[in-house]
């Protein structure tokens, strides 16, 4: 059940790994960490452009996506999805 507070946000709601071997993934993330090096051929969210201007480029290692992610597809690297 989603709580809106800090236990979302540490990620105590759970998450999952994601490689391209996992195709287009659904669901509802609150964040996204780049575990390595990382591109998306696909991507939604409530994030203005993302769904065009954060695919086919690298993110890098370490950083994070935040918002509210319903779909993406990680054509290279791995991605922790935290649930929302």
């Known amino acids: 059940m989603a709580r ?3 236990y979302q946000l540490q990620g105590q709601q759970g998450g999952k790994v ?4 996992n195709g287009a ?3 509802s993330f609150r964040w996204l960490q780049i575990v390595n090096d990382a ?4 991507f939604a ?12 480029i690298t993110h890098n ?9 319903t779909g993406f597809t ?3 690297g791995v991605v922790i ?3 929302a």
């Not at 994601?18 to 071997?21: H, L, M, V, W």
């Not at 290692?61 to 992610?69: D, E, H, K, Q, S």
């Open 25 to 27: 993934v659904t669901g």
């Open 39 to 42: 591109t998306f051929s696909a």
């Open 74 to 76: 990680v054509s290279g």
């Open 61 to 69: 290692a370490g950083t994070g996506i935040g918002g509210l992610v």
């Open 4 to 6: 809106g507070d800090s």
């Open 45 to 56: 969210s409530n994030l203005e452009d993302g769904g065009t201007k954060l695919i086919t």
């Open 18 to 21: 994601f490689t391209s071997a």
């Open 81 to 83: 999805g935290y649930y």
